[in-house]
């Protein structure tokens, strides 16, 4: 997840959005590299979300399915997962290679007026982001459906217990608020790209016109800007609520530091 989002931050913000706008590196415009970026803009974003799909059925398996959790919660397991998003994500953004005009960097005449293509686009904003944003929520309520049984039975079990503080019901409680944060900032960063995909294709695609001020070309960036948002901060909530990630994290700073305070001294 943490490598899918990054690869985002670098090809679909710095490669793509950032030089569009601002830089204007040549050999970011030549048609081949531009079609790769187009790619690899979608193949990103794509295993990006699967991934995050796939991270929330991992936990939902963690608590919910003890049997299925022995032998699917394996590092084996993990490492097919995530060759199979990754290179079902990449087959799925090769068509949008043929999209590009072969002389500019712009989506053919084609794209806005071919039916596949309209197909293709349609299906893509079905397949991302509705059926992760069905499939987190289907996950998460299962997954928080289990916490709060396990968690009424063990209250009728402490019921006449002498210590009313119960920190593993609070810990669980904080795991639901966390399952509904993640829900609710993936459906809500999304929802303008989900919009904007449904009633209209890309418009302005390559920024030609920096003040372009039509209601629908600002509602297209919206979505770009919030659903690339949303991948970035789905991982730093996954990643740094976790006790182990926190603790590799302060180790990782710590080494950082040490050569520097050695020398110092």
Known sequence: MAVADLMVVIVVIILEKINYIYL????????????????LNIATRDCSVWLTVAFTFDRCVAICCEKLRTRYCAERTAAVVIATVSAASCAWAVPIYFA??????????????????????VFESIRTPLIPICLILLF????????????????????????????????????????????????????????????WQPQNYTYTDRYFSKPTYILQQCGFIFSSLSMCTNTCIYGLTQRKFREQLKNGLKYLFVPVVVICK
């Open 100 to 121: 590009v005009d072969r002389w500019r960097c712009v989506p053919t005449a084609e794209y806005f007026t071919s039916p596949l293509w309209r197909a293709y686009e």
């Open 140 to 199: 998460n309520v299962s997954t928080i459906k289990r916490i709060m049984e396990t968690n009424r039975v063990r209250r009728e079990l402490r019921k006449n217990s002498e210590y009313q503080k119960d920190p593993e019901l609070a810990n669980r409680r904080n795991s639901m608020i966390l399952l509904f944060s993640l829900s609710a900032n993936f459906i809500l960063f999304w929802m303008p790209y989900v919009v904007h995909s449904m009633n």
């Open 24 to 39: 204007f590196a040549k050999f970011l415009l030549v048609t081949p590299v531009c079609s790769v970026l187009v790619v």
